[in-house]
């Protein structure tokens, strides 16, 4: 009877070891998880600021001579020489570069709302988990400093008044489900 009970109490010892193997691995997963969502976040990121680094850097003309007063003031300078009489002109008039996009051009797509777009599309990725302004930042790489915090603190304030996140606590946040 004896060797009975030690077998129970050696299977209860062992179910519990591995209910608390479980509570441990769970909770490691979410973190790989939420680390995984944050490397894609940061991907797309990278992946978006590449993009449009590479697009400018189709739309800038080169260095040229330094700018004179003259073209700072509206007069026409020749850009390229007259042809000879009798060349025909190969020159390529009417291709001149599209105006580079400004950050305070409403019109340019993604001027605005880059931080806001890369918030939610980093909800999206971690579901109902609470996180503070501080995981958000670290996970979108916007942790270097005091103001890139508050940057996304700030956002994640604006989106939540929005109801486009919720806020589950002072300072916690997770995405808005409903």
Known sequence: MAFVAHTAQNIESTAENLQEELRRLQAQKQALERELAAVVAHLGSVQKTLDALQELMLTVPPAGPTTTAGDRMGEQQPTAPTPEPGQEDTGSAGSEPPPRPTRGDPSTPG???????????????????????RDVAAALGRDT?????????????????????KRTGRGLYCANLS
């Not at 001027?111 to 302004?133: C, H, K, M, P, W």
């Open 111 to 133: 001027a605005y709302g880059q931080l806001t777009e890369q918030i939610l599309s980093y909800f999206a990725t971690i579901g109902d988990t609470n996180v503070r302004a």
């Open 145 to 165: 400093d005091a103001g890139s915090i508050n940057a996304v603190r700030s956002t994640l304030d604006r989106l939540a008044s929005g109801s486009r996140i």
